[in-house]
Every structure is written in C-alpha cells, then in structure tokens.
C-alpha cells in the first residue's frame, strides 16, 4: 500500500497547487477586467463631465494676423493675455475657421442674423414628410403638365425647410422630397432649368441625381422609394455614379498648405450630408457635383465650421474647405474690425454678423468672444465679446491700451485669536535687578492665557494676473485684553535693548542696567504683510471668487514673523454693479478666514518664552472695489 500512498501524494504534489495557482490567477484577472472596467468607466464620465465644462466655459475664437505663422489660437502668451483682458481664466480657444458657418445660414436674406435658427428644427422634418406623401399619391395623370410644374416649384422652395443636413435623420426626407420634385418635373414634359441640368457630359433631371447622390452615400436608401418607376429613374442614375460616368470634385481640408492627419482626426468628425467619414492622409474626399452639406464636430466640444457646398458645373478640380474659412472668416473680418479698431460696436458685413450668430447660437452655454493678435504681436491682442441680444460685437479691450493686471484696494476689520498668548506681568520683581538676560527675564515674567482676542484693521492691495492674486498690505491691531509688550528697538544694540531708552548701558560686554527694567508697551501693534493666493471660479481674473492661499507678515510688538493661511471669498457689490465688459471698476465685499503662526525674531523677549511658537486664528470682513 505504500506505493499506492507515494502515488497520491505526487498527484497531489502534481495537480493541487497548480489547480490553485490557475484558480488564483483566474481571480486575479477577473479583478484586473473588473478594475479596467472601472477605470475605462470613471474615464468616460470625467471625459463628459469636461465636456459640459467647456460647453459652458468663454469660447474664444482667435482670427490668424495675415502673414504671420506662430501666432495663433494655441499661442500661450496671446492665451494669457487674453484671459487676463476678459478676466475669465477658464477660457478655452480655437481656430477662426471654427467660425464659418455658410452651410447653417438660412437662404431667406430677410432672416436677421438674431433670428437665425442655426439648425434644422423637428417640425421642419414632418412639413416635408407631409407634402411628400401627399404627392405621392397623386397619380401622374391627375394634374396638367403646367400644374405639375407649379408643384415641382413648390417642393423645390420645400428644400430651404432642410437647409443644411447635419445629421442622420434629415437625410431620409430630404431624399424623399427630391425624388418627388424628379416626378413633378418629369411629368411637366419640359426639361429645362432649374429641373434639368448639364452634368458633365450628361444631360438630366438634377433632382433625380441630387437624390442617387445620396444614395450613393447609403445605397439603404432606395428601398425606401415605392414607386417603382420613380426607384427606376434614381436607380439608373445611382448605377451610372457608381459606374463613374459623372464627374467628382475633390474637398481638401488642409489650411495653409499644411495637413496633418493625427492632429485634424484628434480635433474634428467629418460629417458629409450626415454621414460621419474620414479624409485621406492628404487630408482629401471625393464628392460628385451637386449639392454637399459639409460639418466639422469638435470632438472636444462643440462644433467647427459648415460648408454648404453647390456646384454644378467644375470650374475647379479642388475646394478647399478650411482656407476659404480662414480667407472669409480670418483675413477678411480682420480687415473690417481694424478699419475703425477702437470703436465699441464695430460696423461688419451682414454675412460675418449672422455667422457670429449662427455660432453663438450652436453654443448657447458659452460667451463668444474675438481675439485678434495686432500685427500678430500677443501682447497687443485686441478682443470683442459678442453681445447675443443685439447680435453686435462689443470691444472689449486690449491692443496697445490694453493692461493686463487689474487691481483691488480693500479695508477690512475683525477679529483674531491667539490660542497660546504670552502675558506679561511687569510687577514681578526681576531675581537680579541689574541682570538684563532677557531669556531668564521671560521665564520669570511669562505666562499662558488662552482666547486672548485683538481686532486687526487691514489696508490692503491686490493686484490680479487670471488665477493669480498678489496683495500687500498693513495691519493695526487694537489688543483688547491689554497691551501688547516687547522690548525697545534700539539699532547696533538690540540684545540690550529691553531698556528704557532714558536709561544707559555700563558697557557692551556685561550690558548691565543703572536703572529699573522697562518694556515697550502699546495697544496698538503693527504688521506689514505680503501674500499671493489662487483665485477659483469663472469671474477669478476680475477678482472675483473664492480663494486660497498664503500670507507672511512682520510685526513690531512682538517682533516675530507671522505666517497664516487664508481662505476667503470675493463677490461683487450686489448695490451697485457697474457693466463688467465697459469698466475695471466694481464694488466688492471680502470675507476672510486665517490660520497661522507667530515666530518670535532672536532678540524678542518671547524667543525664549515657555511657549515661544504663537498660534493664531481669526477672521475679517470688508470692502473696497477693483480697478
């Protein structure tokens, strides 16, 4: 039986461990899917959350100097600048091209820029819908030729209800509503313009053709075309694309002569009469004359440009997107906001106002502002802020006048606490009245009293650069349980100096006293401060917000450093709030929460005090204004 025995252990020996090994890796990685799966999740819900921040955030949008290469909307300093001008330091930038927005303006030049809808309503979708099945049920001999053209004319006007196609849902009724205007121009027995066009060497029903064009994008599409004959015209025309027989233009999206692939497909989606696809390496897309709806999604947030691109005869073999944006959007607007630069409310083309609309309106959480780098100089950027109710720019500030630094002047009163505050007891008799050791004077006249209070008064300024906020100031403080004491400063003798200064001192080497000790005593001390904090919050660059910080100050009784921490909160008047985009002057209210502690210098009696480290705490409040 031994033998058996030796077998079942090195089966055992073979098999066991292994077994729990592979169990404990199985567990392991389940653990490890598990946890990526968090991570992955954690990530696409901090990715949305940023998302909706910056949907809300100030968009500027940076128009290129002409001629110049570096300075652009990705420019540090230009982006510095510009935040410290709108006193928003979440600002977020993009390209002027961002701006074009051809392809979402309504045709009707009777549509203010104001009024401008930016994007195809849901409604607009079922008026289509309804005129398309209406006609489809007439039968082609239930009207006069002449009627079926008034007809055809109606649903051509129909196609401005689905003005630029920037998403899915409105591919299907526009394809429809074209078909239908094909058979009302057929049966009006006249090919003629504008039913009937040259295209290439082909002669044919444009309607038809601009409905096979979308199909070509999504052949799915003619499925939904139940009358067969009207399925046979587009279907012969979606097979002579296919076959190559019409001739195709190229978009090209480089700008400036530059393409790069990684960095466009990182920035934008590229949507073609709705339908998401990607360009070349050589940043390039084949399309076939006719119309093309051309958007560009940020992936970041919100959206690019639109191109609402109709040709019907090929005069060039390339369009290129972008730098017909940039020309319409960068170089010339820069040319009609610097006619007159430091108007308030600059006089612009009507197709730059409605853009400017259009792209407010996409964005309808952010403020819109525009950045120009003058003669492409960052630190002469001149900005406006587009103002939505009455679709204007407004100058905002900058160029050459422009000071990048705003200020606030501040007085403010409260109270402080010290939670271990030496006392001092002057009718204590000195051990050895002729011994000036200030270290054994302080251990005999010392003490510890707890919640002794004085009230400081602040005179304080600040100075404000976006997050970043330097203040200086000058603190009395009215000690309300006493005096504050310390010895006498006496230059070139301060080891001595806890004398009366009436009083002499023997000689340099003993310091010994002719007469009675006697301290400086004041009810009013003195701090000279200087801090820097962090400002949060959307308004921190005007210096507005809550903040954080640090502060380190020298006081004359005691003679120490004094170090606190701060947090407080900045908010604007709410009696008197002047414009914020017409002056640096507002009217501000100041709570602030300190913690810290005083160091007592060498040659301060407290250095060598039972409790020579003072904590601190207290508040103030106040008011003053920016400028």
């Not at 592979?22 to 949305?48: R, S, V």
């Not at 074009?100 to 309503?121: C, I, L």
């Not at 196609?159 to 899915?168: A, Y």
Request: glycine share 8%; hydrophobic share 40%.
């Amino acid at each position: 039986m031994s033998w058996f025995f030796a077998l079942w252990l090195s089966l055992i020996g073979l098999f066991g461990p292994a077994h729990a090994v592979d169990t404990k890796a199985a567990e392991e990685g389940l653990k490890d899917k598990k946890a990526e799966a968090q991570a992955k999740e954690m990530t696409e819900a901090e990715k949305e959350a940023e998302k909706k921040k910056k949907e809300k955030t100030a968009r500027v949008v940076v128009l290129k100097w002409n001629g110049v290469k570096d300075t652009d909307f990705q420019d540090s300093t230009l982006q510095r600048t510009v935040r410290s001008v709108i006193a928003r330091p979440d600002a977020q930038f993009y390209p002027e091209v961002d701006l074009y927005q051809n392809g979402r303006m309504v045709k009707d030049k009777t549509v203010v820029p104001a009024m401008q809808p930016a994007s195809v309503p849901v409604q607009n979708i079922g008026r289509v819908r309804q005129v398309v099945d209406e006609v489809s049920g007439i039968p082609w001999n239930a009207m006069q030729p002449d009627q079926w053209g008034l007809k055809a004319g109606e649903m051509r006007d129909l196609i401005e209800q689905l003005w630029f196609v920037d998403r899915v849902d409105l591919r299907e009724p526009l394809f429809l509503l074209y078909a239908q205007i094909g058979r009302a121009a057929e049966n009006q027995n006249a090919n003629v313009p504008p039913f009937y066009e040259q295209i290439g060497a082909n002669a044919v029903n444009y309607y038809y053709y601009l409905a096979a064009t979308l199909a070509f994008q999504d052949p799915a599409l003619m499925n939904k075309l139940t009358d067969q004959e009207v399925n046979g015209n587009v279907g012969f025309i979606l097979q002579q694309l296919q076959q190559g027989a019409y001739p195709s233009l190229k978009v090209d999206f480089e700008l400036d002569n530059v393409f790069d692939p990684e960095d466009f497909n990182k920035t934008y989606e590229v949507y073609m009469n709705g339908i998401l696809t990607e360009p070349s390496d050589a940043g390039q897309m084949e399309i076939f004359l006719g119309r093309t709806d051309i958007y560009l999604k940020r992936k970041d947030s919100g959206h690019g440009l639109s191109e609402r691109l109709e040709v019907t005869k090929l005069e060039d073999s390339v369009y290129f997107v972008r730098n017909t944006a940039r020309k319409k959007m960068g170089i010339d607007f820069i040319d009609q906001l610097f006619l007159h630069p430091n108007e308030c409310t600059p006089v612009l083309e009507g197709y730059i106002l409605t853009y400017l609309a259009i792209y407010a309106k996409i964005h309808e959480k952010a403020e819109v502002y525009i950045a120009v780098p003058e003669d492409g100089n960052p630190n002469k950027t001149r900005v406006w802020r587009y103002d939505r109710p009455t679709a204007t720019l407004q100058l905002v500030g900058g160029g050459k006048d422009g000071f990048p630094v705003r200020f606030a002047i501040l007085g403010s009163a409260g109270v402080m606490y010290n939670t271990a505050t030496p006392s001092f007891d002057p009718t204590l008799a000195p051990e050895d009245p002729t011994n000036i050791d200030m270290a054994a004077e302080a251990q005999n006249r010392t003490g510890v009293s707890l919640g002794s209070a004085y009230v400081p008064m602040n005179l304080e300024l600040r100075g404000h650069y976006n997050r970043l906020m330097v203040n200086v100031g000058v603190e009395g403080g009215f000690n309300t349980g006493g005096k504050f004491t310390e010895r006498y400063w006496m230059a070139g003798n301060q080891e001595g100096s806890a004398i009366n200064p009436a009083k002499t001192v023997d000689s340099d080497a003993d310091k010994r006293l002719t007469g009675p000790l006697v301290l400086n005593e004041k009810t009013v001390n003195r701090n000279v401060y200087f801090g820097a904090s962090a400002v949060l919050g959307r308004d921190a660059g005007m210096g507005f917000g809550p903040h954080l910080g640090a502060r380190i100050g020298w006081d004359n009784l005691p003679h120490a450093l004094q170090t606190t921490a701060n947090i407080g909160l900045t908010i604007e008047s709410p009696i008197l709030k002047p414009q914020k985009t017409t002056t640096r002057v507002h009217p501000i209210l100041d709570i602030d929460l300190q913690g810290g502690v005083m160091w007592p210098l060498k040659y301060s009696i407290w250095h060598s005090a039972p409790v020579n480290v003072l904590p601190l705490f207290g508040i103030t409040a106040g008011v003053g204004t920016t400028f």
